[in-house]
């Protein structure tokens, strides 16, 4: 199993911009804590992150035909793009949204959410954890044989 785990604007800055809201975990741990998860559970997981709306849009595509699922954080994309929304339904591959925070109780133009209408499923509120809990969602369904959509419980406790 191949899974492409995409990060948009700031989500470099994990532990410097507002910890708070993101955590004090630092993106390093956040890609080490991906990698060890990957190698324990003997699967392949490629990480890619940038703050460029047109370099999400290329990763996304070049996933087509040869990974089995993406794990996304669009960052603020998640409320402004289009094209990566457009993107994700391209490539008919099982995508899950992923935010360290609970946007749901943030700002209003938080809870709009383009992204996830090419979703099936949404992990918000759990830290850089919610990243493994979408890698393991991906690992059920492709077990499974076909993804499942989750969209109803959009937090899962």
Do not use: W
Not at 21 to 30: M, P, Q, R, V
Not at 64 to 73: H, P
Not at 94 to 122: G, L, M, N, W
């Amino acid at each position: 199993m191949k899974i492409k785990v995409i990060n948009g604007p700031n989500i470099n800055m994990l532990g410097i911009r507002e910890p708070g809201i993101y955590g004090a975990d630092n993106f390093k741990t956040l890609i080490k804590n991906i990698k060890a998860f990957a190698k324990e559970n003997k699967i392949k997981v490629d990480c890619y992150q940038s703050n460029h709306e047109g370099d999400l849009v290329d990763v996304i595509q070049a996933c087509y035909g040869k990974y089995d699922g993406i794990v996304i954080n669009p960052g603020a994309y998640t409320h402004t793009s289009i094209a990566i929304l457009d993107a994700a339904k391209a490539v008919k591959i099982p995508v899950v949204e992923v935010h360290i925070s609970k946007v749901e109780e943030r700002e209003d133009f938080r809870q709009v959410s383009y992204i996830r209408q090419a979703c099936v499923k949404t992990i918000t509120g759990h830290g850089i954890a919610g990243y493994i809990e979408g890698i393991q969602y991906l690992m059920d369904c492709h077990v499974a044989g076909a993804p499942r959509n989750d969209k109803e419980g959009k937090n899962e406790d």
